[in-house]
């Protein structure tokens, strides 16, 4: 099919506009534009063209709902019968947490036999030990310790699990998460 004169105008128009941008342009896209009947059409298909989503296994979906359901929605939290006031909002973008959690898992578990089940069951755990420390130590000290804790999107994001995979439950309630034994 040829192209008719506007429509040629108007490729070369978007190359000159890129090489004004001192962007450069890959030799497929100049041959991806030549091939189609008009520009606007080019234009109209690779505005409509996305990436495709990761794919998060049901397995994952379900894990991360009961990971979701025990991050603290916000820094406030009631230990022994002491509230600890807290503003800060800790969870949003579940859709994001989700995505990152997917990962996390995949990466944690990846040298088990069940990569998912044992990334999701120790991910899980780090948090629960991670936010009981936290929990004692706001009682020791007599301030909220939970305003330091990262919203999720960031703990995934930043892995701020990674130092509690492993770590058991606080044996003692005094015992200081600052302290090495």
Not at 148 to 174: H, I, M, N, T
Request: with cysteine; charged share 30%; net charge neutral.
């Amino acid at each position: 099919m040829a192209i008719k004169q506007e429509e040629y105008e108007s490729i070369v128009k978007y190359i000159q506009d890129r090489m004004m941008a001192n962007s450069i342009i890959p030799v497929e896209e100049i041959v991806d534009i030549a091939t189609y009947a008009s520009y606007d059409q080019y234009i109209a298909d690779t505005k409509k063209v996305k990436k495709a989503k990761p794919v998060v296994s049901k397995e994952v979906e379900e894990a991360f709902l009961k990971f979701w359901a025990v991050y603290p929605a916000t820094s406030k939290f009631t230990y022994k019968g002491k509230i600890f006031q807290g503003e800060r909002s800790l969870k949003s973008n579940k859709s994001v947490c989700l995505k990152l959690y997917n990962d996390a898992v995949l990466e944690v578990g990846k040298n088990w036999s069940d990569p998912i089940l044992t990334g999701a069951s120790m991910i899980h755990k780090a948090l629960q030990v991670q936010l009981e420390h936290i929990k004692i130590e706001s009682y020791k000290k007599g301030d909220n310790r939970m305003q330091y804790l990262k919203s999720c999107e960031v703990y995934l994001r930043q892995k701020a699990y990674e130092p509690w995979l492993g770590e058991e439950f606080p044996v003692d309630s005094e015992q200081s998460i600052y302290t090495e034994a």
